[in-house]
Every structure is written in C-alpha cells, then in structure tokens.
C-alpha cells in the first residue's frame, strides 16, 4: 500500500483532489449497489493513518541526508582551504618574478641603448665612406664603370646611392665640381628612367609587390608624378575598347585600379584623382565632343546627345565620388561643367530655335494634310455676318457664305500630343542644362512658345473658323452645327495642356518670381478661347432655335390648330420635325460638352427652346380640336426637353400645358383652372393672352372679364 501512495504522491505535478476523488472510487467500488458512508470514513482514516507513517519514515530518511551533506560540506571546505593557502603562495612566487624580469629588462634596454650609441656613428660613418667611395667613381674622367650603376640586377641598390650622391652633389660649388654634378645628375636621370621602366614591366606582370617596392624607391625621385603617370597610362590604355560607350567602363575601372593603388602608391588618394582626372579629360571629354560635334548639324540630335551626355556624366561623378576624398568633392563636378560649358552658354538658344521650328513645322505639316491654307480672320468679320443675317431676315434672300468645310474641325489630338510631347522633352532638357537661376525663365520661354503655337495658332484659329461656319437658319433644311465638335477637341487638348503645365513646368516655377507671369500668360490664352467658345456655343444655340422659329412659321398651318372637320388630335408634323431636331442637337451636345458646362448649355437650349414654342403658340387661333392638337404638340416638346434633364426647363413646359389647357376646358371651368395650383402665381396678362386665343374668346366676354380680376 506504502509503495502505492508513493507511486502517487511523486507524480508531477500532484494534486490533492485528484487523489482523494481516486481513493473515493476504489472505496465505493467494493460495493458500488449500496453506498456505505461508514466504509468510507475507515478508509479515510485508515489513508490518513498509512500517511503520516509514511510522513515519518520520509522525515527520518531527510535527517539522515542532512547529516551525509553536512560531513560532506566540512571535507569541501577543508579542501578549499589547502587551495587558498596554495593559490597565495603561487601569487607570490609570481610577483617575485615579475620583479625579476622587469629588472633584466631595463638593463638589457640600457646595454641596447649603449650599443646603439656606439654603433649609429660607427654605421652611419661606414654608410658616409661607402657613399665617399662611390662618389670617387664620379670625381674620375670618364664613365662609371662600378658594377652597381652597369649591372640592371643591382638596380635598387644603385637607386639609392645614387639619390643620395644626388643630394649630396646639389651642395657642392659648380666651379669645382661642375662635371661630377652633371656625372651625377645624368646618372640620376639614368637609374630613374630604369626603374620607371621596371615599374611598367611589373605592372604589365601584376606584380604588386615589385610595384609597391618599386614605387616606394620612386618617391624619393623627383620623376614620381612620371611613375604615376605610367601606371595610368598603362592601366587605361589596356581596360578601354573602342567603340564602345566609355562610361559603362569607368566605374567598374577605378574600382579595380583603386584597390591596386591602395596597396602600391602611398598616397592612394592623391593617385586616384589623378586616374579619374585623366578619364575626363582624355577619354570622356575627347567621346563627348566627337559626338557633339557630329550631331551639332541636326538640333535634334544634338540636343538628344547633349542631354544624354550631360545626364551620364552627372551620374558618372556621382558614381565616382566614392573614391574622391570631401575635400575634393567638388572636383568632378569642375570638370564636368568644363567639359559642357561651351555648349551650355549657347544650350537654351539652341532649345528655343529648335522647339519654335518643330512646333511650326508640325502645325503646318497638320493642315497641308488637309489641303488647308490657313486665313486671315478679318478685323469685322462678327459685324459683317451679323449685317448679312438681318438682310437676309427681312428680304428672304440668303446672301450670307457659309463655309463649314464639311464638318472639319481643324483641331487635331494627335498634333497636341506631340507638340507635348516634344515641349516634355524640351522642359527635361531645360531643367537638367540651365543653370539653376536660369531655370525658371527658360522654362517660361519654352512654355511661351508651346502657348504660341498649340493654343493661339491652332486651337484659337480652329475656334474662329468653327464660328465662322455655324450656319445662319433657313427653311431649306436644319442646320448641321460642327461648332459643338470644336468644342469638344479644344477642351481635350487644354486638358491635356494642363497636364502638361502641372508635370512639367509649375515644378520649376511654382517657389519662384516668375511663377504670376507664367499663369498670367496662360490664363490670357485660355480666356481668350474660352469667351470664343462661348460666343461659338451662343451662336449655335441660336442658329438651332432660329431654324426652329423659322420652320414653324412657314410649315404651321393655322388649319391645324383651328381645322373646320374632325381630324385626328396628334401632333402636328411641324412639331414632329422640330422634334426630331432637338433630340439630335441634344444627342449631340450631350456627346461633345461634359461636366458643368453641358449643364449650362442643355439648359439655356431649353430656355431658349421654350420661348420659341411659347412665341410660335401666341400666334395662332384655337378651337376644341386645335386646341387638342396643340397639347399634343406640347406633349411631344416636353418629351424632347425630358432629355435635358434639366428641372427649370421641365417647369417652363409644364407651365406651358397648363397654359395650353385654357384654351380647351369649359369657359365655365376657366375662373377654376386659372386659380390652380400651377397658373395662379403667373402674371395674370400672361394668362390673359392665352385666353384671347380661343376661337370663343368674344363669346365668353363676361368670364374673362371677371378673370381680369383673379389673383
């Protein structure tokens, strides 16, 4: 039983609930039919009793532990004692040799101090004989002949007695020594050519230890800067291929070199400006002015090249600053603005001549694709068409020229996009080669020429000519107005205008002076067109309603809204014709006018829709049947102004119904019908004059008299 509780008093982790609910079910299980209570109280008591025996046993064998770990710690600690007193007597012993070794030091740095006082003079009086006795191969008539200076092996060796002898030799008088000195100075010249050239045979083998010697002995050399300038030309001359773009290999060149320079020169930096000052003014400055100067017949190409070689080589010193220390970082960006300088001061004459001729020749390129030779526009041109209209109002004789060109607009997306495109180039161009001063004129300058030949030249001049053929209504047929398609091209091209202006010039412009004059500028042009298109759209809308006006006056019988017979009650033909143009004139403008502006138009073509109709009733007679015709007519234009969409314009027909109704109802029903909801709040003459239409008007005298004085 004992090993069974441990069994479940070691599980991990233990929970009393858990043993207590156990020990209930092996209780109850003896006898599960009938539960005993008292069972179950002698098992726990009998647990309870098992427990602390089992507590007891634990206790005892915890003290006997207690007891073992006790002697245990006492043996430890003894141990660690004796570990102690060694340890101290091992840093002792260290300390006395510390001493020691300290002490022998100092004496052997005090005999090597004493040495190195005997020796020095004894050393340098030996190197000052050994330089005596070669300067003595140069005090004798005739060639020097010491295997030193004849031998290439012995070549450092000869280097530096030879700078030496040189150094010596520029103290010594010329009257005495002058042939020694120029024995001397030839010699110098001599070894010094020799390890150029060996410096360049080590080079071409890779050899960076020779090379770093080499260069090394050369700094003492007055013809270092000659050594640098072979390792350049050596380095250069063998990573270029003709033919190819030359800023693809200088980055990946100086990258390389840098890092031989570093281990061979020592002074790395001064050498690799050297190496980049040498690209530009070489190589980069001779590509760049073979190409300029190839390309400087065409303005087109040459300012393609130029601003593709500007832009490479701006990135190329960016590239290369790397390697460039701060306090030459202006460096590159020097021999950059050397290189272009000359034709940068001439760049933006060059830009304006080029973008002035393209932007000429494309306009005129557009309208010989048209057969078109552009007009003049005559000074009176709106008083002369105005003249010709009222002559031929009143005599009925149509003297007016109408010109429509077929429905040509003379307006063209493709030539506004690729004067864009073109001016797009040119703002790049002019913001990446003018001086950051200059900016903002010059694009100004450019966008001046833009506003010249897109807005004033092409859109005004198609403007005006779209106005000049709008037709002047006759009763022949219904006018074809194109003007609604000018409008539509000239607002695509002033939005693609303003794209234009947003993404390339406003940028350079928006932070500066010049920002007011340029939106001056380009608000002139555009008001321009824009009270052009608006004296166009007036113009139309009244040729529209005109024709209208026309057309009803002599197609309208007065038999149909006062026949003598029973006739069908639908609308009359005249309606039904200007019906049908209404609906394609809004088709139309619906078609070619978008946002707040097809609103306002589609609304003043009803106003004015209306007051034709309203007009052309007043001046007919009516009896039932007529009356009845008319409605239908009047039915049939709030149809066609239903598309307008426009609920001041519905409200005018509607009123126009009603108005229509007086002249059908009873006359006993009028007082009532003149008093509802829609006719009350008009303008009792307005009224009045629709009822004097009727056929019984005199008939009912007593009625109308008493309307008279309705409210």
């Known amino acids: 039983m004992f090993s069974q509780y441990m069994e479940e008093l070691e599980k991990s982790p233990f929970v009393v ?64 004692d004796k570990l102690l007193e060694r340890h101290s007597i091992s840093v002792e012993c260290f300390h006395q040799l510390d001493e020691k070794i300290n002490s022998v030091a100092g004496k052997i740095i005090h005999l090597g101090e004493q040495l190195e006082n005997v ?18 191969e140069f005090l004798v008539p005739g060639p020097v002949v010491n295997d030193i200076f004849t031998n290439k092996q012995n070549l450092l060796e000869a280097a530096d007695i030879i700078q030496k002898l040189y150094l010596v030799a520029q103290d010594l008088p010329a009257e005495k020594f002058g ?25 071409k083998e890779d050899d960076i230890e020779k ?19 072979v390792y350049i030309e050596q380095s250069q001359a063998t990573s270029y291929i003709r033919g190819k773009d030359v800023f693809e290999t200088v980055v990946p060149l100086c990258r390389q070199h840098y890092g031989i320079i570093k281990q061979v020169f020592s002074s790395p930096d001064q050498v690799i400006s050297k190496f980049i000052l040498n690209i530009y003014q070489l190589r980069i400055h001779q590509f760049v002015s073979t ?40 460096l590159l960006s020097k021999l950059t603005q050397n290189m272009f300088s000359k034709h940068l001061a001439t760049y933006i004459d060059t830009e304006l001549r080029f973008f002035d001729k393209t932007c000429s020749m494309e306009v005129r390129k557009f309208y010989d694709s048209k057969n078109h030779q552009k007009k003049q526009t005559e000074r009176f041109q709106d008083l002369k068409r105005d003249m010709q209209a009222i002559i031929s109002a009143r005599t009925n004789i149509n003297i007016v020229q109408i010109d429509n060109y077929g429905g040509e607009t003379f307006l063209s997306e493709e030539l506004a996009i690729n004067l864009l495109q073109e001016s797009t180039a040119a703002f790049d161009r002019c913001s990446v080669l003018s001086k950051e001063a200059e900016t903002p004129t010059n694009i100004i300058k450019l966008a001046d020429i833009l506003l010249k030949h897109l807005i004033t030249e092409h859109c005004d001049y198609a403007v005006d000519l779209g106005i000049q053929s709008i037709p002047i209504a006759d009763t022949k047929s219904a006018p074809q107005i194109y003007f609604f398609d000018v409008v539509q091209k000239t607002n695509t091209i002033i939005h693609l205008m303003e794209k234009t202006y947003n993404a390339s010039i406003l940028p350079y412009v928006i932070s500066t002076s010049k920002y007011v004059d340029c939106m001056h500028k380009k608000r002139f042009c555009l008001e321009s067109i824009e009270n052009k298109l608006d004296n166009g759209l007036d113009r ?134 003149c008093s509802g909801e829609t006719l009350n709040y008009l303008d009792k003459s307005v009224v009045m004059n629709f009822i004097q239409l009727r056929s019984d008007y005199k008939t009912i005298k007593q009625v109308t008299a008493s309307l008279k004085t309705y409210n």
């Open 17 to 80: 609930e858990d043993f207590v609910e156990k020990l209930f079910w092996r209780t109850n299980s003896v006898n599960s039919d009938n539960f005993d209570p008292q069972l179950l109280a002698e098992t726990f008591t009998q647990t309870i009793k098992d427990l602390r025996i089992l507590q007891e046993r634990q206790q005892r064998k915890c003290e006997k532990l207690e007891v073992a770990l006790s002697d245990e710690q006492k043996v430890h600690a003894k141990n660690i």
């Open 119 to 136: 020796n020095t003079p004894r050393t340098r009086t030996a190197e000052a004989l050994k330089l005596l006795n070669f300067m003595g």
């Open 179 to 203: 042939p020694t000195k120029k024995k001397i100075e030839s010699k110098y010249d001599e070894i010094e050519r020799n390890l150029i050239e060996e410096f360049a045979v080590a080079q």
């Open 211 to 229: 090379m770093k010697e080499l260069a090394s002995i050369m700094s003492q050399f007055k013809g270092y800067s000659q050594c640098i300038d």
């Open 291 to 330: 190409k300029l100067t190839d390309d400087s017949k065409d303005d087109a190409k040459y300012l393609k090249t130029l601003h593709y070689l500007y832009l490479r080589t701006m990135k190329l010193s960016n590239d290369l600053s790397e390697f460039i220390k701060d306090s030459n970082d202006d």
């Open 540 to 673: 139309s809308l009244n040729s529209i309603c005109n024709w209208m006006k026309i057309y009803l006056q002599s197609e309208q019988k007065k038999t149909d809204f006062k026949p003598e017979s029973d006739i069908d009650t639908v609308a009359s033909s005249a309606c039904s014709a200007v019906c049908q143009h209404i609906n394609s004139c809004i088709a139309k403008i619906k078609k070619t006018i978008d946002g707040e502006n097809l609103v306002e138009v589609l609304q003043e073509l009803g106003v004015r829709f209306h007051r034709v109709i309203y007009e052309h009733l007043l001046q007919y007679q009516y009896n039932t049947l007529g009356a009845m015709v008319a409605i239908c007519d009047v039915n049939e234009y709030r149809k066609c102004v239903r598309k307008l969409g426009d609920s001041l314009v519905s409200q005018l027909f509607d009123i126009l119904h009603a108005l229509c109704n007086l002249l059908l109802v009873k006359h006993e029903n009028l007082q009532e019908v």
